[in-house]
Nanobody, 123 residues
Framework: HVQLVESGGGLVQPGGSLRLSCAAT????????MAWFRQAPGKELEGVAA???????RYADSVKGRFTISRDNAAYTLFLRMNSLKPEDSGMYYC??????????????????WGQGTQVTVS
């Protein structure tokens, strides 16, 4: 049984920082990419950052230079460090995992496992 549990969201002022965590259990050995997605009210789900088991990373243009995705393999935890936060970064942030064969790391279509989300509000 796969579980992805996000934490670390909250209310922060513009220019502030947050670190999101995603604790993963039960993922199959075929898991390759893990990623963070976000969705603001009235907007589509957006891929923010992705990381595969070889260390390859990909970021949305809107967060490059401000967000950093990382993982602690021993603790099966994914992180997203968010600096210089802007109001437009607000939304529900979801952790997701995909198995081998993915061709677009920031497309939600490829991700099979999802967490419940953690709310980030920049105001």
């Amino acid at each position: 049984h796969v579980q992805l549990v996000e934490s670390g969201g909250g209310l922060v002022q513009p220019g502030g920082s947050l670190r999101l965590s995603c604790a993963a259990t039960g993922l199959p050995s075929t898991t390759d990419f893990m990623a963070w997605f976000r969705q603001a009210p009235g907007k589509e789900l957006e891929g923010v950052a992705a990381l595969n088991r070889d260390g390859y990373t990909r970021y949305a243009d809107s967060v490059k230079g401000r967000f950093t995705i990382s993982r602690d393999n021993a603790a099966y935890t994914l992180f997203l460090r968010m600096n210089s936060l802007k109001p437009e970064d607000s939304g529900m942030y979801y952790c997701a995992a995909a198995e081998l064969g993915l061709t677009d790391a920031l497309s939600s279509t490829w991700y099979k496992y999802w967490g419940q989300g953690t709310q980030v509000t920049v105001s």
